[in-house]
């Protein structure tokens, strides 16, 4: 397995926040990965692609990317240790004993507030970080701010308020992208990496500059898997813990998979981007949100899954696969 770990900065030195103009929710894995295949078919290499597709749908070549995820700074400066990982509700309510107070109380109403945190770390699995991560206001994104569009009367040479438009502004993040195909990696690692001038990212009104980006290739995270002794593997064990660090379309095989009484998660609704066989499959999608919990009735190793389009039958075409990135928890 080879794993890449994407760090995303702002184009603008003079502003260390990227402008994406869309919530730091809607950043999520799939999303990555559309992007990256967006930008390797547009690409040299977009003749080699149509390999790495058949490849992957042979399941020979497998991708895992994960949803975006911080590195803490304190006084400015990045702590290289202390990852801040997505979480949601599920991932809380499956440590509910360990941030449990005095009183026996599970601060319900605090914890939905947390959207990040060191999940690597048990020693923060306790009442007393969460209300210490609660009072920094830990936060990684800014918004929504609101800038008014304006629009001049040609007659009257006056200004006219026409919208506003919604602004978010976003820390520098990472995610990780991991693949056996040593081919493909290095394909990506060429789009992402060998570019002087910043590139358009996620987001929205980019032809008016916002969401423009560079990327720089870093190995820490893996580093520090390996300090604790942590594999990403794509077996999965049965009755074991599994946090899931992507978001994932709930299919029917995925559901027969997971133990869902077992289980903690939280089930989020996207729309937009996703495509099967040779339809679209509508607007909606119901998806395990990254920062679950997930215990699997089976011992099973995990393939990929693709939703695509053909451009025969419509004007473009998708391809997007996934497969769950999964770091096996302590039991």
């Given at each position: ?7 995303v900065?702002?184009s603008r030195?003079e502003?260390?926040?990227?402008n994406l103009a ?6 999520d894995?799939l ?5 990256l295949?967006?930008r390797l ?8 692609m ?6 992957i749908?042979?399941n020979?070549?497998y991708l895992?990317?994960s ?5 803490v700074?304190e ?5 290289t240790?202390?990852?801040?990982l ?10 509910e ?13 605090e914890?939905k ?7 690597l770390?048990?020693k ?12 920094k206001g830990l ?6 701010l609101?800038?008014v ?7 009257t ?11 978010y502004f976003?820390f ?7 693949t056996n195909?040593?081919?493909?990696e ?10 002087n001038e910043?590139?358009h ?13 560079k990327?720089?290739?870093?190995y820490?995270f893996k580093?520090e898997?390996?300090?604790r002794?942590?594999?990403i593997?794509?077996?999965?064990e049965k009755?074991v813990?599994y946090?899931?660090f992507?978001?994932?379309?709930i299919t029917?095989?995925m559901s027969n998979l997971?133990?869902?009484?077992k289980?903690s998660?939280?089930?989020?609704k ?5 495509v099967e066989?040779?339809a679209l ?6 998806c395990?949100?990254?920062g ?10 995990l ?7 053909k451009?025969s039958?419509?004007k ?5 696969p996934y497969?769950?990135f999964?770091i096996?928890?302590?039991?």
């Amino acid at each position: 397995m080879r794993e890449m770990e994407v760090e995303v900065i702002s184009s603008r030195s003079e502003c260390k926040l990227i402008n994406l103009a869309i919530p730091l929710s809607q950043l999520d894995s799939l999303r990555l990965t559309a992007y990256l295949f967006l930008r390797l078919f547009k690409s040299e290499f977009s003749e080699k692609m149509k390999e790495v597709i058949k490849r992957i749908e042979e399941n020979r070549t497998y991708l895992m990317v994960s949803s975006p995820f911080f590195l803490v700074r304190e006084n400015g400066i990045e702590n290289t240790h202390q990852y801040y990982l997505p979480v949601n509700f599920g991932f809380f309510s499956y440590y509910e004993e360990n941030f449990k107070d005095e009183s026996g109380e599970f601060p319900t109403k605090e914890i939905k507030k947390i959207r990040y945190f060191p999940v690597l770390d048990k020693k923060s699995y306790n009442p007393s970080f969460v209300k210490t991560l609660i009072s920094k206001g830990l936060e990684f994104e800014i918004g929504p701010l609101f800038r008014v569009k304006n629009l001049i009367n040609r007659n009257t040479y006056e200004s006219e308020n026409v919208y506003t438009i919604e602004n978010y502004f976003v820390f520098p993040f990472r995610f990780i992208v991991e693949t056996n195909d040593v081919e493909l990696e290095d394909m990506m690692k060429k789009v992402l990496f060998n570019q002087n001038e910043s590139v358009h990212f996620l987001g929205k009104r980019i032809s008016i500059g916002f969401g423009k980006v560079k990327f720089r290739h870093d190995y820490r995270f893996k580093s520090e898997l390996e300090k604790r002794g942590i594999r990403i593997e794509r077996r999965v064990e049965k009755g074991v813990p599994y946090y899931l660090f992507n978001r994932i379309p709930i299919t029917e095989k995925m559901s027969n998979l997971i133990d869902t009484e077992k289980s903690s998660y939280e089930l989020v609704k996207i729309s937009g981007y996703f495509v099967e066989d040779e339809a679209l499959i509508g607007r909606n999608m119901i998806c395990l949100k990254e920062g679950s919990i997930l215990v699997f009735k089976d011992s099973v190793e995990l393939e990929n899954e693709i939703y695509k389009i053909k451009r025969s039958e419509h004007k473009k075409e998708y391809f997007l696969p996934y497969t769950p990135f999964l770091i096996k928890m302590e039991v």
